[in-house]
């Protein structure tokens, strides 16, 4: 059976994504923070020096310092896209694995009129496969904050397999389209709060012992 997952955002918006299945199960959350550690950065939005990840007592937040898209005025004609991906280990805290249940998106745009930008993004565990990109489009003129919220269905969970490391790779993209490149229009992801992914949790089985 296939489900959904909800897409909010702060313009009021709600879309839903199609989901593959998967058995759902949680645990009490773990004390303590898991340990987060960037392993590469590529894209040509994200230098490795302008990214940072913070570890969350239910998961991290990615800060992006110097990450945004750009067309008309003095832009480049490659500044309409940029993207980013960031591969990180992260460690749970001992006798717990997790799994992505909400990611919030966070970014500013300054949109000149009938110019539109779109936020693409996505995450996998490395040996996984991708999951269904989340897709928001803003329209202008638009000036402002935004945030896109992704709440992942619970039968949708999937767990990183106790003992196992696998990284997590986190994908995103920027683009920016306009029929009139004499007016300049940005879109941007936030460094402050940053984008943070949430966590569900799983007790891992004790050697000998079944899961608790």
């Known amino acids: 059976m296939n489900t959904k997952a909800t897409l ?39 230098r490795p020096e302008t990214v940072t990840a913070t570890p969350e007592p239910n998961g991290f937040t990615i800060r992006y310092s110097d990450y945004s898209a750009k067309i008309g005025g003095d832009s480049l004609p490659t500044d309409f896209r940029k993207n980013c991906q960031v591969n990180l280990e992260i460690i749970p805290p001992e006798g717990f694995t ?59 969970f999937i767990y990183v397999p106790c003992g196992e490391k696998r990284n997590l790779n986190v994908s995103t993209e920027l683009r920016l389209t306009a029929p009139d490149r004499t007016r300049t229009s ?7 709060p940053g984008s943070t992914y949430h966590f569900a949790w799983r007790t891992c089985p004790r050697p000998g012992g079944p899961a608790g």
């Not at 000149?112 to 803003?138: E, H, I, M, N, W």
């Open 186 to 192: 940005t879109l941007d992801m936030h460094s402050d």
């Open 98 to 156: 997790y799994a992505v249940m909400r990611i919030d998106y966070r970014g500013s745009a300054q949109l000149a009129p009938d110019s539109t930008g779109v936020l693409k993004a996505s995450y996998y565990y490395a040996g996984s496969p991708a999951q269904t990109p989340t897709f928001r489009s803003f329209k202008g003129p638009f000036s402002g904050a935004w945030p896109v919220t992704e709440v992942i269905d619970p039968s949708r």
């Open 8 to 46: 909010v955002t702060g313009l009021g918006v709600v879309a839903a994504l199609p989901l593959l299945t998967s058995p759902p199960a949680s645990a009490t959350p773990p004390h303590g923070a898991p340990t987060i550690e960037i392993a590469t950065v590529n894209g040509s939005g994200c």
